[in-house]
């Protein structure tokens, strides 16, 4: 794969940053992941965006444009024959002489790396089709979950933890409600309204639950933003995630309680089709 790394296209093998980089040694640093469908960018304005918004939340200045970013995006995708997957880009605070709590100066250059990954078509996915099934666990992660920092330990655990138990990912749990997946938004629909957390400092301001709640709006489908339970949610007509790597994918279990009919419901579905097509249109 040809890499990008502070102004530079690599070979992979040959991008290398600083050992004392604080996004290596304190995931000091803020990501995004953009899928890419049919060759072209998705909801790549909304990336960009969130982007700006993370590093200005940890007092990091924005080293690219948003112009400078779409190219650079685009040119990997083209250099690296990416027609389905995504382009994964990272920002760290850089590498200063020494490891210090204290933020290096101002003027320390940041770190920025982009590279692209080849998946299979991520509108076909076996998981959207069969549903996928989750577990609840405690959400111990730190109070500003809306900036999309490289902090994904806990996430990491909660993968594992439901891969141990013979599910697909996990539902966190802040006093008695669902916060978010380990990586994706949480949904349930119940007689025909469509239930998932406001946002706030809690949860990811995911750039596919915006793009999806607007499709669900003008679809004129019931939408309500507020915290809901573990048991609620068992008891929900349906469920789903959203994320820009799975779309819409429909959950049928939560800690071992079938949801539904315990497969891909009608809505969920419906949702799936209009974020694909309304997506794909409107991709760069
Ligand atoms: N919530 C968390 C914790 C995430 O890590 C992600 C994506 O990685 C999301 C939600 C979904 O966000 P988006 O739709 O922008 O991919």
Same mark, same amino acid.
């Given at each position: 794969?040809?890499?990008?790394?502070?102004?530079?296209?690599?070979?992979?093998?040959?991008?290398?940053?600083?050992?004392?980089?604080?996004?290596?040694?304190?995931?000091?640093?803020?990501?995004?992941?953009?899928?890419?469908?049919?060759?072209?960018?998705?909801?790549?304005?909304?990336?960009?965006?969130?982007?700006?918004?993370?590093?200005?939340?940890?007092?990091?200045?924005?080293? $690219?444009?948003? *112009?400078? !970013?779409?190219? @650079?995006? =685009?040119?990997? #995708?083209? +250099?690296?024959?990416?027609?389905?997957?995504?382009?994964?880009?990272?920002?760290?605070?850089?590498?200063?002489?020494?490891?210090?709590?204290?933020?290096?100066?101002?003027?320390?250059?940041?770190?920025?790396?982009?590279?692209?990954?080849?998946?299979?078509?991520?509108?076909?996915?076996?998981?959207?089709?069969?549903?996928?099934?989750?577990?609840?666990?405690?959400?111990?992660?730190?109070?500003?979950?809306?900036?999309?920092?490289?902090?994904?330990?806990?996430?990491?655990?909660?993968?594992?933890?439901?891969?141990?138990?013979?599910?697909?990912?996990?539902?966190?749990?802040?006093?008695?409600?669902?916060?978010?997946?380990?990586?994706?938004?949480?949904?349930?629909?119940?007689?025909?309204?469509?239930?998932?957390?406001? $946002?706030?400092? *809690?949860? !990811?301001?995911? @750039?596919? =639950?915006?793009? #999806?709640? +607007?499709?669900?709006?003008?679809?004129?489908?019931?939408?309500?933003?507020?915290?809901?339970?573990?048991?609620?949610?068992?008891?929900?007509?349906?469920?789903?995630?959203?994320?820009?790597?799975?779309?819409?994918?429909?959950?049928?279990?939560?800690?071992?309680?079938?949801?539904?009919?315990?497969?891909?419901?009608?809505?969920?579905?419906?949702?799936?089709?209009?974020?694909?097509?309304?997506?794909?249109?409107?991709?760069?």
């Amino acid at each position: 794969r040809t890499v990008y790394v502070n102004g530079e296209y690599l070979p992979e093998e040959d991008a290398k940053i600083s050992i004392f980089d604080r996004g290596f040694l304190m995931a000091d640093g803020v990501y995004e992941v953009t899928s890419v469908l049919d060759g072209k960018l998705v909801d790549f304005d909304g990336h960009v965006k969130r982007l700006a918004r993370s590093l200005n939340e940890l007092g990091m200045g924005e080293p $690219l444009t948003a *112009d400078e !970013l779409l190219e @650079i995006h =685009r040119k990997l #995708v083209a +250099e690296n024959e990416v027609i389905n997957g995504g382009v994964y880009l990272q920002i760290t605070r850089g590498a200063p002489a020494d490891r210090d709590f204290a933020f290096p100066p101002e003027d320390t250059p940041q770190t920025v790396v982009l590279f692209t990954q080849n998946k299979p078509d991520l509108a076909e996915s076996p998981a959207a089709a069969r549903g996928i099934k989750v577990i609840s666990i405690e959400d111990i992660r730190w109070g500003r979950r809306d900036i999309k920092t490289v902090q994904l330990l806990y996430p990491s655990m909660g993968k594992m933890m439901a891969k141990a138990a013979g599910c697909d990912d996990a539902w966190m749990v802040e006093d008695g409600a669902v916060t978010e997946g380990t990586s994706n938004n949480a949904y349930i629909i119940k007689d025909g309204k469509i239930i998932t957390r406001q $946002l706030s400092n *809690d949860i !990811l301001h995911g @750039i596919t =639950r915006a793009a #999806v709640l +607007e499709f669900a709006r003008e679809a004129q489908m019931k939408v309500e933003e507020r915290p809901f339970t573990i048991e609620e949610a068992q008891q929900a007509d349906e469920a789903f995630i959203t994320s820009a790597t799975t779309f819409v994918t429909p959950v049928v279990e939560i800690d071992g309680v079938t949801v539904g009919a315990g497969e891909p419901g009608p809505a969920a579905k419906r949702l799936r089709e209009l974020y694909i097509e309304g997506s794909r249109a409107a991709a760069v």
